[in-house]
């Protein structure tokens, strides 16, 4: 079983930054492949970026060229740098990790962009 904790989340302005952190244990890290989704008030959970094993990474086009995805799996850990942050980037971000057929989610940290 494998279990996530993110941290991270917080309120900035906008135009401020973020990097939100998710840590992985009970599996082998290196061999999951994980993403980030978030969740806006009101909203479907909508997918944000993800990281494969051998490291390519892919992002929503709302994201992209802001945000940044990275692993450290050494440390079981996977980042997302948040630049340029808009205030229709609040919501609460959670990490996912994909083994196999099975998938993992984590509880959630909320990120509130002030206009």
């Known amino acids: 079983q494998v279990q996530l904790v993110e941290s991270g989340g917080g309120l900035v302005q906008a135009g401020g930054s973020l990097r939100l952190s998710c840590a992985a244990s009970?599996?082998?890290?290196?061999?999951?492949?994980m993403a980030w989704y978030r969740q806006a008030p009101g909203k479907q959970r909508e997918w944000v970026a993800a990281i494969t094993i051998g490291g390519t990474t892919n992002y929503a086009d709302s994201v992209k060229g802001r945000f940044t995805i990275s692993r450290d799996n050494p440390k079981n850990t996977m980042y997302l740098q948040m630049n340029s942050l808009k205030p229709e980037d609040t919501g609460v971000y959670y990490c996912k990790a994909v083994r196999g057929v099975d998938e993992f989610w984590g509880q959630g940290t909320q990120v509130t962009v002030s206009s």
């Open positions: 009970g599996g082998l890290f290196s061999a999951i492949v």
